[in-house]
Nanobody
Framework: VQLQASGGGLVQSGGSLTLSCAASGRFVSRYGMGWFRQATGKEREFVAHVNWSGGTTYYADSVKGRFTISRDTSKNTVNLQMNSLKPEDTAIYYC??????????WGQGTLVTVSS
């Protein structure tokens, strides 16, 4: 499975941004997709996950209520709507393909910078 992430950029604190990840390959529709992020000098951390149907989602506590993950099964894409962004959300965001907690493929990452 190949993943192509897009949508990163520079946004002011309190602003919004939507990331997208397009997946291609075999069995894409059978597995979930997730978003992770890695800030400079920190380890990669989980952000959100959506299951294969789009009906079940998981979020890190740090983004609950601000971020929304969704899936378009017809297009094999997953979006991450990010609202009320904070400077601490600044990171490279990666999309991933697989089951919750067991990801098989990773995208190349897209940079999100939130200015204060």
């Amino acid at each position: 499975v190949q993943l192509q992430a897009s949508g990163g950029g520079l946004v002011q604190s309190g602003g919004s941004l939507t990331l997208s990840c397009a997946a291609s390959g075999r069995f894409v529709s059978r597995y979930g997709m997730g978003w992770f992020r890695q800030a400079t000098g920190k380890e990669r951390e989980f952000v959100a996950h959506v299951n294969w149907s789009g009906g079940t989602t998981y979020y890190a506590d740090s983004v609950k209520g601000r971020f929304t993950i969704s899936r378009d099964t017809s297009k094999n894409t997953v979006n991450l709507q990010m609202n009320s962004l904070k400077p601490e959300d600044t990171a490279i965001y990666y999309c991933a393909f697989g089951s919750y907690g067991n990801y098989k493929s990773w995208g190349q990452g897209t940079l999100v910078t939130v200015s204060s």
